[in-house]
């Protein structure tokens, strides 16, 4: 009972939260919310960070953005709780938030978009700190990314992402030479994550009168970036086109200076078929250097799906 009360005063802050340390002690991945744990300052935390990024969305989300907040019925006052969440989610897509102890490595995230289940980070960024955090949070998990979830073209195009890190799998399982198959899982690897990033984090669309729209969660969640990615002339911004997303290298500590515009969720479905038949004719095999890093651990996951573990 004292230490529930200690965990309660500690909370469930981003990078001291003993709940989550001793999950990832104990190699404890997929985890349960304990939504107790929250402080008065993690739901204050909240409360102010949805304030703030309301009036933001209504001037520069996407509309099956605004949709999906509406149609989850997200708390404005309180860290919400991922099983009600989930209540309004599961009926329209079948997706799932699913709480997790912090980074999974990539096979395995991959794997969870493919059936259905988002990897949620539980935690909330301290109150001091509101701005600015390089790690994901719940507040960029449930509110940047969960409604988009809601959109039934949305959620397929995540499915099909998914897919894709099976097809990875399965063509490298085909290497003998282990060097070789090492390089081949990074470079193919290499292709999705920047996909991912150029889109699913940071992606812009054209809205119904042509102004742009921001529908990317890395966006979604912050409160300077949404409307310095649509309104700064510092940024550049260009026509999604798979050749070049997958060669461009991102940094993820300061505003993104190049962004890409996407026609249609259809237009990004069409793009993640088109990336799996890329990879299947080995198009992937070679792309570009330098970021994002792939850690052990992710080659690692991707390396045992090969290998049918
Ligand atoms: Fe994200």
Redesign the pocket.
Request: no cysteine; charged share 20%; proline share 10%.
């Given at each position: 009972m004292t230490a529930v009360l200690a965990d309660r005063a500690v909370g469930l802050t981003t990078s001291r939260a003993p709940f989550i340390e001793q999950a990832r002690d104990q190699g404890r991945l997929y985890i349960e919310q304990p939504y107790d744990l929250y402080s008065e300052e993690n739901h204050e935390a909240w409360r102010r960070l949805f304030a703030a990024q309301e009036p933001l969305w209504q001037k520069y989300a996407n509309d099956h953005f605004l949709k999906g907040i509406s149609n989850l019925a997200l708390p404005h006052d309180r860290v919400p709780e991922l099983v009600e969440v989930n209540k309004f989610l599961q009926p329209l897509t079948g997706f799932q938030a699913k709480p997790v102890s912090g980074y999974i490595p990539a096979f395995l995230f991959f794997d969870c978009l493919r059936n259905r289940e988002f990897p949620t980070t539980i935690t909330i960024r301290d109150l001091n700190r509101l701005d600015y955090l390089p790690e994901?949070d719940i507040f960029?998990?449930i509110a940047?990314?969960v409604p988009m979830h809601t959109d039934r073209a949305f959620a397929d195009t995540l499915v099909r992402f998914g897919d894709c890190a099976h097809t990875a799998a399965e063509i490298v399982a085909g290497i003998r030479d282990e060097e070789e198959k090492t390089r081949r899982v990074i470079s193919i690897f290499k292709a999705l994550a920047r996909f991912f990033w150029f889109t699913?984090?940071f992606g812009l669309m054209r809205g119904p009168q042509g102004g742009l729209k921001a529908y990317g969660?890395?966006l979604l969640?912050s409160h300077g970036e949404i409307s310095h990615a649509i309104e700064s002339p510092e940024v550049q911004r260009f026509p999604l086109q798979l050749e070049w997303i997958i060669n461009q290298y991102f940094e993820i500590d300061h505003y993104q200076p190049l962004l890409f515009v996407a026609d249609s969720f259809d237009h990004l479905f069409s793009l993640v078929d088109e990336l799996e038949r890329w990879m299947r004719q080995g198009k992937l095999n070679n792309v570009a250097p330098g970021e994002p890093k792939m850690s052990e651990a992710d080659v690692r996951s991707f390396l045992h799906a090969s290998e049918g573990k």
């Open positions: 994901p960029h998990d940047g990314h699913v984090e969660s890395g969640s």
